[in-house]
């Protein structure tokens, strides 16, 4: 149980075009998913909270209107990097928390974003 | 505010060695502790966990972490390495309450096994 899918796994795409990253929980319902962003040899930084139906906390310094987060069900929440720019090259992770009392979060695959 | 501190940046250890991943916290209450490894361009693979109870924790792979409160600290171990170990570590704190679920990590410590 507590399987979290990313997709794509990697994703190329020129600079200036949008991209859609899909956050799934397969076996169980998630009201709240996090997003991470990791950088070649670094740690993995918190960009955002996303809670269902509602909108995502952002954290500090992470531009709301570039990084679209939308968490319209229980078991998918997306992270679309608009006018995607070479700086915007990175991993991205997510991770979900099972709504039912759940104290830890699960984490996806990742995605590989390439901005060429 | 939570924070977590791994000390070494990089280890190196010979195949068949023991070693220690040091990891120390910083969090307001009982933290919620784990260690995570990653291996190039992966995602992470969860090696054990500290809610509570027993401070001595059984992870996968025959790692095990113990959970120090007067040093607040979590220190990964195992006793023989192997070389499939090299990797990157990263230990995390996890918060409670509504914002459960929520982890903070540190800057991760890149394993090196010599042969």
């Known amino acids: 149980g507590a399987v979290v899918s990313q997709h794509p796994s990697w994703v190329i795409c020129k600079s200036g075009t949008s991209v859609k990253i899909e956050c799934r929980s397969l076996?169980?319902?998630?009201?709240?998913m996090f997003w991470y962003r990791q950088f070649p040899k670094q740690s993995l930084m918190l960009m955002a909270t996303?809670?269902?139906?509602?909108?995502?906390?952002?954290e500090q310094g992470v531009e709301k209107d570039k990084f679209l987060i939308n968490h319209a069900s229980l078991t998918l929440s997306t992270l679309t990097v608009t006018s995607a720019h070479p700086e915007d090259s990175s991993f991205y992770i997510c991770?979900?928390?099972?709504?039912?009392?759940?104290?830890?979060?699960?984490f996806g695959q990742g995605t590989r974003l390439t901005v060429v | 505010a939570q924070s977590v501190t791994q000390p070494d940046i990089h280890i190196t250890v010979s195949e068949g060695a023991s070693l220690e991943l040091r990891c120390n916290y910083s969090?307001?209450?009982?933290?919620?502790l784990f260690w995570y490894v990653q291996s190039p361009g992966q995602g992470l693979q969860l090696l054990l966990k500290y809610f509570s109870g027993d401070t001595l924790v059984q992870g996968i792979k025959g790692f095990e972490a113990e959970f120090k409160r007067s040093q607040s600290s979590f220190n990964l171990r195992k006793p023989s390495v192997h070389w499939s170990d090299a990797a990157e570590y990263f230990c995390?704190?996890?918060?409670?309450?509504?914002?459960?679920?929520?982890?903070?990590f540190g800057d991760g410590t890149t394993l090196t096994v010599k042969p």
């Open positions: 991770s979900a928390r099972n709504g039912q009392g759940g104290t830890e979060a699960f």
């Open positions: 995390a704190v996890g918060e409670h309450g509504t914002n459960a679920g929520k982890s903070t």
């Open positions: 076996d169980f319902q998630a009201t709240t």
């Open positions: 996303s809670n269902e139906g509602s909108k995502a906390t952002y």
């Open positions: 969090y307001g209450a009982t933290p919620y």
